[in-house]
């Protein structure tokens, strides 16, 4: 079953610009991840946030986990066009069954 | 990084006909693969756990004997769509657990399965 929701479905924006998911879940959790996927490819790992951590950078990824509202956004600065992909949340116990969002598709105009 | 390998990355078979796909961890060990199927534009479904040396355990509503799962090394699993139909067509992709330990789960690259 699916865990939650993310929104957008989808966002377009102009390269250069920041582009912001958001993902809600509905179960406790011990950590939240997020993928990338490119079209008809497989998942890559982006980040992990443990359910003890509020926010998470990695480069020009920024992650919130606000567990009281069970919800989590990503935040990419500064878009640029190979970051045009799908992006799915998904929770788990470490690489354990993860259940993944519904993913939000992101399209990064030149 | 570790390396999880899917074979083959798209195959096109006819209804009635059995299928397999592959999925290697080239360089760690995995006690526990995930199989999961995409349908387009859509998420992620967990479809099982395939455990080495035991059998696998499927989720609610897959049928077990319409995705056969063998995981017979640390490092291979398949997943055997047996006598397939055009709504089998889907993506399919496999997962593994470092068996050192770890939290990320490392996907493969995906099969593209269509069946005619």
């Known amino acids: 079953s699916q865990q939650g929701e993310e929104d957008p479905q989808a966002l377009s924006i102009q390269e250069g610009e920041n582009a912001t998911m958001n993902c809600s879940y509905k179960?406790?959790?011990?950590?939240l991840q997020w993928y990338r996927q490119n079209s008809g490819r497989g998942l890559v790992h982006l980040i992990l946030?443990?359910?003890?951590?509020r926010e998470k950078h990695s480069g020009r990824l920024r992650v919130t986990l606000d567990t009281s509202k069970k919800s989590s956004s990503l935040l990419i600065t500064a878009s640029r066009a190979a970051d045009t992909a799908s992006y799915f949340c998904?929770?788990?116990?470490?690489?354990?069954?993860?259940?993944f969002g519904q993913g939000t598709r992101l399209t990064i105009n030149p | 990084g570790a390396v999880v390998s899917q074979h083959p990355s798209w195959v096109i078979c006819k209804s009635g006909t059995s299928v397999k796909i592959e999925c290697r961890s080239l360089?760690?060990?995995?006690?526990?693969m995930f199989w999961y199927r995409q349908f387009p534009k859509q998420s992620l479904m967990l479809m099982a756990t395939?455990?080495?040396?035991?059998?696998?355990?499927?989720e609610q509503g897959v049928e077990k004997d319409k995705f056969l799962i063998n995981h017979a090394s640390l490092t291979l699993s398949t997943l055997t769509v047996t006598s397939a139909h055009p709504e089998d067509s889907s993506f399919y992709i496999c997962?593994?657990?470092?068996?050192?330990?770890?939290?990320?789960?490392?996907f493969g690259q995906g099969t593209r399965l269509t069946v005619v």
């Open positions: 997962s593994a657990e470092n068996r050192a330990g770890g939290t990320e789960a490392f």
């Open positions: 179960t406790s959790i011990n950590n």
């Open positions: 946030i443990r359910s003890n951590e």
């Open positions: 998904a929770t788990g116990w470490g690489a354990q069954k993860l259940v």
């Open positions: 360089d760690f060990q995995a006690t526990t």
């Open positions: 395939s455990n080495e040396g035991s059998k696998a355990t499927y």
